[in-house]
C-alpha cells in the first residue's frame, strides 16, 4: 500500500476542533448533586426495571427525574454516557454528532471514535444506527448511556425511528436509561413487545410523605415548621419540583397559604418562584433573567452577559441550594436552569426589558454561546432577534465545520431562515446552501452553485469562484441522468478564471478544480494533450495538498476515465496504488470506492478476481455500513461479468437489485440499467424485447448528453439488431456510435464498435473488407492490452473463430475465448483452443488446450482403443454395447460393463476434463462444444455448400494419412479407414479438374 493513501480514512472527513470537546461539555456531562436525599424506593424500582436494557422514566416536569438518575448512578459503580438533548437533536447528524461527544468524554479518546453520520449513510441511516450503539456499547464493562429531555425531540424527528432500529440489536450487559416528560413515541413500540423495554410512569414518581419529609431535613435540617410543611406538601400533590420551591420560599420567610390549591402545577410555580425571587436583591434579580436566554453558561460566560462580575457566584449558590439550577462536575462547570424557572425568568424578562435590551442580550447571549460551542442555541436567537448579519457571519465562520461533521441539515436551516434577497445578495450563502444540499438533493444544489459562481467573479473573490465552479462540476459529473452538456460551459466558463486569476487559493482548491476539469475534458472532448495536462495537474496539486482523501479521489477519477479511454497499463498502476477495503477499518465510503474501483477494473479484465466475488462483497459490506453510493454500481458490474461468462438466471437476480439501488438515488433510471436489461434478454434469446429495451437506452443517453452512455447503449442495439438480422440498422448505429466516440475520450468503444462491424460485413456479403477491420480491431485491442470484450457470445464466438482462422492476433483471440469460456461455433476449425482436440488421420494424436497430451507408456491399450472405437463409429450418439463388444469382445456382459465405465473415468482423468466424453442415457461420444475430430471436419467441410478451391484444399489437407493408420488390427475400424479413404480420394480427383 502506498504511504499517501495508506491513512486515507484519517482524512476522509475533517475532525472537529479540538475545543468541540471542552464547549460541548455542558450538554454531554451528568449534573452534580445538590442536597438530595437518596430514595431508597425509587431506587428499588430502577433496579427492578433495568433487567430489561431500556427503561424509560416518564415524568411531568419538575418531577425530579434527572436527579433521581443521577443520584442513582452516583449509588452505582457505573460510568454514564449523558446527553442532553435539545430541539436542534432531531436532526439525526447532531443527535449522532453530540453522543459521540459524550463518548469521548467517559472514554478520554483524543479522536473520535464513534462514527459521525455523514451523507454517503443517506440511505442506510438503520444500519449506521445499528453499528454506532454496537460499538458504543463494546467493552467487558459498557457504560449506561442516559438520554435526558428526551421529550425535546419533535414528534417527526427521524431520530426516533433511528434509535428503535440500532436499539434492536442492543448487545447483552448494555443498558439505556431514556428521560422524558411523554410516554415512548409509536416507533419503539416494537422494543416493549419484544421485552426490550420497561415503562417508569409518571405515578410512580409521586412522592410520599416520608419522601418529602426526607428532602426537607436534606435541605435544612429541621428548620422548616411542621405546619407549614404539611401545607406544603399538600399543595405539591406529591410533585417535588413545587414542593422544593415552596420549601424555599418558606425558608425566605413566605407563608404558604392553600389559596392556590386550584392553580394548575406550573402556575404554581411561577407564583412561589415569583415569591423567592422577591427575596433577592434587585441585582441579582435583573442578573437571573439576564441569563434566562442562555441554555447552558459558565461562570465568565454569565459574568459577561449580565455585566455582573458576581453573576459566577449567584449560580454557584442557586445550584448548591439545588434551586432549579444545575452544574456539571467539571473544574469550570457548565450552569443550567431548569426549564420551568428558565421559561419563568424568561417570561419576567419580557416585562422587565424593552425591546433595545432584549434585542442587546440576544446578542450578547448568543456571542457567549458560540464562544462556548453552543451553535445551535446562538443561531436560534440571532434568528429570533432577526440580527441577520450577525447570522451571516456565524454561518459562513461554521458553514465548513458543519459540513465535516456532517450536519448539512442544520447549515441548511440556517440559512432558509433568513430572508431571501439576503441569501441572493450574498454568492457564499448561495454557495453554502448548495452545499447542505448537495448531498441528499444534488439537483437542488446545483442551481445555487451556478448562481453564486458570477457573482463571486464578479467580485473578484478567487476562492469563492473556484469553489462554486468545482462544486458545480462535480454535481454533474458524479449525476448520471443531468444534462452534460453543462460540463461544455464549464470547460468555457474555467478557461476565463484562469485568465482572471493567476493562482488557486490553496493546492487543496487546484486538486479539486483540475480533477473536475480532468473529467469534464475526458467526458466531454478528445483532445488528449489537454486533458492529460489537466490529469497532471491534478496528481500534482493532490500530492502538494497532503490530503489522503484528495489523492485517493483523484485515483478513483482516474481509473474510471482510464478504463473508458482503453488506457489499461495506466490502470493497473493506479490499483496498485489504493488500500485493500479491509485495510480501511472505520471509513466504509472509502471502502466502497476502492471496491467500485477494483469491480470497475475486472468487468475489463485489468485485476485479478471476479467482480461477481467483489460486488458480494461489497454489497454486504454496504448493508453492514448503510452506505450504498456506489451499490448500483456494483450491481452493473456484477451484471456485465454474468452475461460474458453465459450465466443469465444470475443476471436477472443482480438486475432486480441494480434497480432497487438505482431507484434511491436517482428520478428515473438511467440508460445504463435498460443497457443491462437489453444485454439479459439478448442473451436469453428475446431479440424483440432486447431491441426495445436498448433503444430506450440509447433515447435516455443522448437526452441526457453522455457521450460514454450514447456509445455504451449504441454499440448494445446494435448486437441486438445484428443478432435479430436487421443489419443496415445495425450499421447505422455503429456510425452513430462512432460520432459519440468521437467526441470524447473514449477509446475502448472503437475496439468492440471494429469487431462489431467486421461481423456484420462478413453476413452482408463484404467479406474481404470485413476481415480487414477484424485484422485492424484485433490489432488496435493489442495495442491498448485488452483483455475482454462485451460482445454477445455468438457473436463473438463467431468472430474469434473468424480470426483465428486467419491468424489475426491468435493470442488475445484465444485468451479471450478462456476469460469467456465461449462456446466453439458451427463448423469451427483446428486454430480454436479446444479442451480437447483428436487427431486420427495417420495414427490417434492428442491435444489438450492446444498442447499434445502427454500419455505413459504404461497406459493400456484399451484406454485409447475406446477413443478410437467412439471416433470409428462416427464420434456421437454411440449405444455403449457397440463400445464394448468392440473393446472387450471377450469379457461377459457385466464385467464389459464394469471395464467401460473404469476406461472412461480414467480417459476423463487423463484428459482432465470430466465433460468431454459424454455418457448419457446409454449412448457415448464426445461433446462437439469442448472437442474437435478431424473426421467430423474433413466431411463437414467436403459436404459445405458454396466452398471454394482453397476451401477444399484446405479440407484436404487434414488427411494427412489413413484413418488410425496405425491400428490396422483393429477390425472395427476397417469400414470407416476405408469410407474415408474413399471420400479423400474422389473429392481430390474433384479438385484436380476444377
Same mark, same amino acid.
Given at each position: 500500500?502506498?504511504?499517501?493513501?495508506?491513512?486515507?480514512?484519517?482524512?476522509?472527513?475533517?475532525?472537529?476542533?479540538?475545543?468541540?470537546?471542552?464547549?460541548?461539555?455542558?450538554?454531554?456531562?451528568?449534573?452534580? +448533586?445538590?442536597?438530595?436525599?437518596?430514595?431508597?424506593?425509587?431506587?428499588?424500582?430502577?433496579?427492578?426495571?433495568?433487567?430489561?436494557?431500556?427503561?424509560?422514566?416518564?415524568?411531568?416536569?419538575?418531577?425530579?427525574?434527572?436527579?433521581?438518575?443521577?443520584?442513582?448512578?452516583?449509588?452505582?459503580?457505573?460510568?454514564?454516557?449523558?446527553?442532553?438533548?435539545?430541539? !436542534?437533536?432531531?436532526?439525526?447528524?447532531?443527535?449522532?454528532?453530540?453522543?459521540?461527544?459524550?463518548?469521548?468524554?467517559?472514554?478520554?479518546?483524543?479522536?473520535?471514535?464513534?462514527?459521525?453520520?455523514?451523507?454517503?449513510?443517506?440511505?442506510?441511516?438503520?444500519?449506521?444506527?445499528?453499528?454506532?450503539?454496537?460499538?458504543?456499547?463494546?467493552?467487558?464493562?459498557?457504560?449506561?448511556?442516559?438520554?435526558?429531555?428526551?421529550?425535546?425531540?419533535?414528534?417527526?424527528?427521524?431520530?426516533?425511528?433511528?434509535?428503535?432500529?440500532?436499539?434492536?440489536?442492543?448487545?447483552?450487559?448494555?443498558?439505556?436509561?431514556?428521560?422524558?416528560?411523554?410516554?415512548?413515541?409509536?416507533?419503539?413500540?416494537?422494543?416493549?413487545?419484544?421485552?426490550?423495554?420497561?415503562?417508569?410512569?409518571?405515578?410512580?414518581?409521586?412522592?410520599?410523605?416520608?419522601?418529602?419529609?426526607?428532602?426537607?431535613?436534606?435541605?435544612?435540617?429541621?428548620?422548616?415548621?411542621?405546619?407549614?410543611?404539611?401545607?406544603?406538601?399538600?399543595?405539591?400533590?406529591?410533585?417535588?419540583?413545587?414542593?422544593?420551591?415552596?420549601?424555599?420560599?418558606?425558608?425566605?420567610?413566605?407563608?404558604?397559604?392553600?389559596?392556590?390549591?386550584?392553580?394548575?402545577?406550573?402556575?404554581?410555580?411561577?407564583?412561589?418562584?415569583?415569591?423567592?425571587?422577591?427575596?433577592?436583591?434587585?441585582? !441579582?434579580?435583573?442578573?437571573?433573567?439576564?441569563?434566562?436566554?442562555?441554555?447552558?453558561?459558565?461562570?465568565?460566560?454569565?459574568?459577561?452577559?449580565?455585566?455582573?462580575?458576581?453573576?459566577?457566584?449567584?449560580?454557584?449558590?442557586?445550584?448548591?441550594?439545588?434551586?432549579?439550577?444545575?452544574?456539571?462536575?467539571?473544574?469550570?462547570?457548565?450552569?443550567?436552569?431548569?426549564?420551568?424557572?428558565?421559561?419563568?425568568?424568561?417570561?419576567?424578562?419580557?416585562?422587565?426589558?424593552?425591546?433595545?435590551?432584549?434585542?442587546?442580550?440576544?446578542?450578547?447571549?448568543?456571542?457567549?454561546?458560540?464562544?462556548?460551542?453552543?451553535?445551535?442555541?446562538?443561531?436560534?436567537?440571532?434568528?429570533?432577534?432577526?440580527?441577520?448579519?450577525?447570522?451571516?457571519?456565524?454561518?459562513?465562520?461554521?458553514?465548513?465545520?458543519?459540513?465535516?461533521?456532517?450536519?448539512?441539515?442544520?447549515?441548511?436551516?440556517?440559512?432558509?431562515?433568513?430572508?431571501?434577497?439576503?441569501?441572493?445578495?450574498?454568492?457564499?450563502?448561495?454557495?453554502?446552501?448548495?452545499?447542505?444540499?448537495?448531498?441528499?438533493?444534488?439537483?437542488?444544489?446545483?442551481?445555487?452553485?451556478?448562481?453564486?459562481?458570477?457573482?463571486?467573479?464578479?467580485?473578484?473573490?478567487?476562492?469563492?469562484?473556484?469553489?462554486?465552479?468545482?462544486?458545480?462540476?462535480?454535481?454533474?459529473?458524479?449525476? !448520471?441522468?443531468?444534462?452534460?452538456?453543462?460540463?461544455?460551459?464549464?470547460?468555457?466558463?474555467?478557461?476565463?478564471?484562469?485568465?482572471?486569476?493567476?493562482?488557486?487559493?490553496?493546492?487543496?482548491?487546484?486538486?479539486?478544480?483540475?480533477?473536475?476539469?480532468?473529467?469534464?475534458?475526458?467526458?466531454?472532448?478528445?483532445?488528449?494533450?489537454?486533458?492529460?495536462?489537466?490529469?497532471?495537474?491534478?496528481?500534482?496539486?493532490?500530492?502538494?495538498?497532503?490530503?489522503?482523501?484528495?489523492?485517493?479521489?483523484?485515483?478513483?477519477?482516474?481509473?474510471?476515465?482510464?478504463?473508458?479511454?482503453?488506457?489499461?497499463?495506466?490502470?493497473?498502476?493506479?490499483?496498485?496504488?489504493?488500500?485493500?477495503?479491509?485495510?480501511?477499518?472505520?471509513?466504509?465510503?472509502?471502502?466502497?470506492?476502492?471496491?467500485?474501483?477494483?469491480?470497475?477494473?475486472?468487468?475489463?479484465?485489468?485485476?485479478?478476481?471476479?467482480?461477481?466475488?467483489?460486488?458480494?462483497?461489497?454489497?454486504?459490506?454496504?448493508?453492514?455500513?448503510?452506505?450504498?453510493?456506489?451499490?448500483?454500481?456494483?450491481?452493473?458490474?456484477?451484471?456485465?461479468?454474468?452475461?460474458?461468462?453465459?450465466?443469465?438466471?444470475?443476471?436477472?437476480?443482480?438486475?432486480?437489485?441494480?434497480?432497487?439501488?438505482?431507484?434511491?438515488?436517482?428520478?428515473?433510471?438511467?440508460?445504463?440499467?435498460?443497457?443491462?436489461?437489453?444485454?439479459?434478454?439478448?442473451?436469453?434469446?428475446?431479440?424483440?424485447?432486447?431491441?426495445?429495451?436498448?433503444?430506450?437506452?440509447?433515447?435516455?443517453?443522448?437526452?441526457?448528453?453522455?457521450?460514454?452512455?450514447?456509445?455504451?447503449?449504441?454499440?448494445?442495439?446494435?448486437?441486438?439488431?445484428?443478432?435479430?438480422?436487421?443489419?443496415?440498422?445495425?450499421?447505422?448505429?455503429?456510425?452513430?456510435?462512432?460520432?459519440?466516440?468521437?467526441?470524447?475520450?473514449?477509446?475502448?468503444?472503437?475496439?468492440?464498435?471494429?469487431?462489431?462491424?467486421?461481423?456484420?460485413?462478413?453476413?452482408?456479403?463484404?467479406?474481404?473488407?470485413?476481415?480487414?477491420?477484424?485484422?485492424?480491431?484485433?490489432?488496435?485491442?493489442?495495442?491498448?492490452?485488452?483483455?475482454?470484450?462485451?460482445?454477445?457470445?455468438?457473436?463473438?464466438?463467431?468472430?474469434?473463430?473468424?480470426?483465428?482462422?486467419?491468424?489475426?492476433?491468435?493470442?488475445?483471440?484465444?485468451?479471450?475465448?478462456?476469460?469467456?469460456?465461449?462456446?466453439?461455433? !458451427?463448423?469451427?476449425?483446428?486454430?480454436?483452443?479446444?479442451?480437447?482436440?483428436?487427431?486420427?488421420?495417420?495414427?490417434?494424436?492428442?491435444?489438450?488446450?492446444?498442447?499434445?497430451?502427454?500419455?505413459?507408456?504404461?497406459?493400456?491399450?484399451?484406454?485409447?482403443?475406446?477413443?478410437?472405437?467412439?471416433?470409428?463409429?462416427?464420434?456421437?450418439?454411440?449405444?455403449?454395447?457397440?463400445?464394448?463388444?468392440?473393446?472387450?469382445?471377450?469379457?461377459?456382459?457385466?464385467?464389459?460393463?464394469?471395464?467401460?465405465?473404469?476406461?472412461?473415468?480414467?480417459?476423463?482423468? +487423463?484428459?482432465?476434463?470430466?465433460?468431454?466424453?459424454?455418457?448419457?442415457?446409454?449412448?457415448?461420444?464426445?461433446?462437439?462444444?469442448?472437442?474437435?475430430?478431424?473426421?467430423?471436419?474433413?466431411?463437414?467441410?467436403?459436404?459445405?455448400?458454396?466452398?471454394?478451391?482453397?476451401?477444399?484444399?484446405?479440407?484436404?489437407?487434414?488427411?494427412?494419412?489413413?484413418? +488410425?493408420?496405425?491400428?490396422?488390427?483393429?477390425?472395427?475400424?476397417?469400414?470407416?479407414?476405408?469410407?474415408?479413404?474413399?471420400?479423400?480420394?474422389?473429392?481430390?480427383?474433384?479438385?484436380?479438374?476444377?
Amino acid at each position: 500500500m502506498s504511504a499517501e493513501v495508506a491513512n486515507i480514512a484519517e482524512g476522509r472527513r475533517k475532525q472537529p476542533p479540538a475545543a468541540t470537546v471542552a464547549w460541548s461539555l455542558g450538554k454531554i456531562t451528568p449534573p452534580s +448533586l445538590a442536597a438530595v436525599s437518596p430514595n431508597a424506593r425509587l431506587f428499588a424500582l430502577i433496579d427492578a426495571a433495568m433487567t430489561s436494557p431500556i427503561v424509560w422514566l416518564q415524568g411531568p416536569p419538575g418531577a425530579g427525574k434527572t436527579t433521581l438518575i443521577a443520584d442513582w448512578l452516583a449509588a452505582r459503580p457505573a460510568e454514564a454516557v449523558w446527553q442532553r438533548l435539545d430541539a !436542534e437533536d432531531s436532526d439525526p447528524s447532531t443527535f449522532f454528532y453530540y453522543l459521540g461527544m459524550a463518548d469521548m468524554r467517559v472514554r478520554g479518546a483524543d479522536a473520535r471514535r464513534l462514527p459521525l453520520l455523514t451523507p454517503e449513510y443517506q440511505f442506510g441511516t438503520a444500519a449506521f444506527s445499528r453499528n454506532f450503539f454496537r460499538k458504543l456499547f463494546e467493552g467487558a464493562k459498557p457504560p449506561i448511556v442516559v438520554f435526558d429531555d428526551y421529550h425535546e425531540l419533535g414528534p417527526s424527528s427521524p431520530v426516533h425511528e433511528l434509535l428503535a432500529s440500532g436499539l434492536q440489536e442492543i448487545p447483552r450487559g448494555a443498558r439505556l436509561i431514556v428521560l422524558s416528560r411523554f410516554p415512548p413515541p409509536k416507533e419503539f413500540a416494537r422494543l416493549r413487545v419484544n421485552g426490550l423495554m420497561e415503562v417508569i410512569a409518571p405515578e410512580n414518581l409521586v412522592l410520599r410523605a416520608e419522601e418529602a419529609a426526607a428532602i426537607a431535613r436534606a435541605r435544612d435540617g429541621a428548620s422548616f415548621d411542621a405546619g407549614q410543611f404539611e401545607q406544603a406538601l399538600n399543595l405539591a400533590q406529591g410533585w417535588i419540583a413545587g414542593l422544593i420551591l415552596m420549601l424555599e420560599a418558606a425558608r425566605g420567610g413566605v407563608a404558604i397559604r392553600a389559596n392556590g390549591v386550584d392553580k394548575p402545577p406550573e402556575l404554581l410555580f411561577d407564583y412561589f418562584a415569583g415569591e423567592v425571587l422577591g427575596l433577592l436583591d434587585e441585582k !441579582e434579580r435583573r442578573t437571573l433573567m439576564r441569563l434566562a436566554t442562555m441554555p447552558s453558561m459558565t461562570a465568565e460566560a454569565a459574568a459577561a452577559l449580565a455585566d455582573d462580575p458576581d453573576a459566577g457566584e449567584l449560580l454557584e449558590r442557586l445550584a448548591r441550594r439545588g434551586y432549579f439550577t444545575t452544574r456539571d462536575a467539571q473544574a469550570h462547570p457548565n450552569y443550567r436552569f431548569h426549564p420551568l424557572f428558565q421559561s419563568f425568568l424568561a417570561d419576567n424578562a419580557r416585562k422587565a426589558f424593552d425591546s433595545v435590551e432584549r434585542r442587546r442580550l440576544n446578542l450578547a447571549a448568543a456571542q457567549a454561546l458560540e464562544g462556548s460551542g453552543q451553535l445551535e442555541a446562538a443561531a436560534a436567537l440571532l434568528r429570533d432577534a432577526s440580527a441577520w448579519e450577525e447570522m451571516t457571519r456565524l454561518i459562513l465562520s461554521r458553514a465548513d465545520e458543519l459540513e465535516a461533521t456532517g450536519r448539512q441539515m442544520v447549515l441548511a436551516s440556517w440559512i432558509d431562515n433568513m430572508p431571501a434577497g439576503r441569501i441572493e445578495a450574498s454568492p457564499w450563502l448561495l454557495y453554502w446552501s448548495g452545499v447542505a444540499r448537495q448531498p441528499f438533493a444534488p439537483r437542488e444544489g446545483r442551481p445555487l452553485f451556478r448562481q453564486s459562481l458570477p457573482i463571486f467573479m464578479e467580485a473578484g473573490d478567487a476562492a469563492g469562484a473556484f469553489l462554486a465552479w468545482s462544486r458545480l462540476g462535480m454535481s454533474i459529473l458524479h449525476d !448520471e441522468i443531468a444534462d452534460q452538456t453543462q460540463l461544455d460551459e464549464l470547460i468555457s466558463i474555467l478557461h476565463d478564471l484562469k485568465k482572471r486569476y493567476r493562482q488557486y487559493p490553496s493546492a487543496e482548491v487546484e486538486a479539486y478544480v483540475a480533477t473536475v476539469m480532468f473529467g469534464a475534458l475526458a467526458r466531454r472532448t478528445a483532445d488528449r494533450v489537454e486533458i492529460a495536462r489537466w490529469r497532471q495537474t491534478a496528481f500534482d496539486a493532490a500530492e502538494r495538498s497532503g490530503k489522503p482523501k484528495l489523492l485517493a479521489y483523484f485515483r478513483f477519477v482516474d481509473i474510471a476515465l482510464a478504463l473508458i479511454d482503453g488506457e489499461h497499463a495506466r490502470v493497473r498502476e493506479q490499483i496498485a496504488r489504493l488500500p485493500t477495503p479491509e485495510s480501511l477499518g472505520e471509513a466504509p465510503y472509502e471502502r466502497a470506492m476502492v471496491s467500485f474501483a477494483t469491480g470497475f477494473a475486472q468487468i475489463w479484465s485489468q485485476t485479478p478476481g471476479s467482480c461477481v466475488e467483489t460486488a458480494t462483497r461489497a454489497l454486504a459490506d454496504n448493508d453492514r455500513a448503510g452506505v450504498y453510493a456506489y451499490s448500483h454500481s456494483h450491481c452493473s458490474f456484477a451484471i456485465s461479468d454474468c452475461i460474458i461468462r453465459g450465466d443469465v438466471d444470475s443476471a436477472r437476480i443482480w438486475l432486480q437489485r441494480c434497480g432497487e439501488y438505482m431507484d434511491r438515488f436517482y428520478q428515473r433510471r438511467p440508460s445504463t440499467y435498460f443497457c443491462c436489461v437489453a444485454r439479459i434478454e439478448l442473451a436469453s434469446g428475446h431479440l424483440g424485447a432486447a431491441v426495445a429495451a436498448a433503444r430506450r437506452a440509447v433515447e435516455i443517453a443522448a437526452g441526457d448528453n453522455y457521450l460514454y452512455n450514447e456509445a455504451l447503449a449504441r454499440f448494445v442495439l446494435a448486437q441486438a439488431l445484428t443478432a435479430a438480422g436487421e443489419l443496415r440498422d445495425a450499421e447505422r448505429e455503429l456510425d452513430a456510435m462512432k460520432i459519440a466516440g468521437d467526441n470524447a475520450a473514449i477509446d475502448s468503444m472503437r475496439y468492440r464498435r471494429e469487431l462489431l462491424h467486421a461481423e456484420i460485413l462478413q453476413l452482408t456479403g463484404h467479406e474481404a473488407q470485413g476481415l480487414e477491420i477484424l485484422r485492424a480491431g484485433l490489432a488496435f485491442g493489442e495495442s491498448k492490452d485488452e483483455r475482454i470484450i462485451h460482445l454477445h457470445r455468438p457473436i463473438a464466438a463467431r468472430i474469434f473463430a473468424r480470426a483465428l482462422k486467419h491468424g489475426f492476433s491468435p493470442e488475445l483471440v484465444r485468451r479471450l475465448i478462456s476469460v469467456m469460456d465461449l462456446q466453439p461455433p !458451427e463448423d469451427c476449425g483446428p486454430e480454436w483452443p479446444w479442451p480437447l482436440k483428436i487427431v486420427t488421420f495417420g495414427g490417434l494424436q492428442l491435444f489438450k488446450d492446444g498442447n499434445p497430451l502427454p500419455v505413459s507408456r504404461k497406459t493400456p491399450r484399451r484406454l485409447f482403443n475406446v477413443l478410437k472405437a467412439i471416433a470409428a463409429f462416427g464420434g456421437k450418439d454411440i449405444t455403449q454395447e457397440k463400445i464394448i463388444d468392440a473393446v472387450w469382445p471377450d469379457e461377459d456382459g457385466d464385467c464389459a460393463r464394469q471395464s467401460f465405465d473404469v476406461a472412461v473415468h480414467r480417459l476423463r482423468k +487423463l484428459i482432465g476434463d470430466n465433460h468431454t466424453i459424454v455418457v448419457k442415457g446409454g449412448r457415448v461420444g464426445f461433446d462437439p462444444a469442448r472437442c474437435w475430430l478431424d473426421t467430423w471436419a474433413f466431411e463437414a467441410g467436403l459436404s459445405a455448400r458454396g466452398a471454394t478451391h482453397a476451401d477444399v484444399a484446405g479440407t484436404l489437407a487434414l488427411y494427412a494419412g489413413d484413418f +488410425l493408420a496405425d491400428d490396422e488390427d483393429l477390425p472395427w475400424a476397417a469400414p470407416r479407414r476405408k469410407y474415408l479413404r474413399e471420400k479423400f480420394l474422389k473429392a481430390t480427383e474433384t479438385q484436380a479438374t476444377r
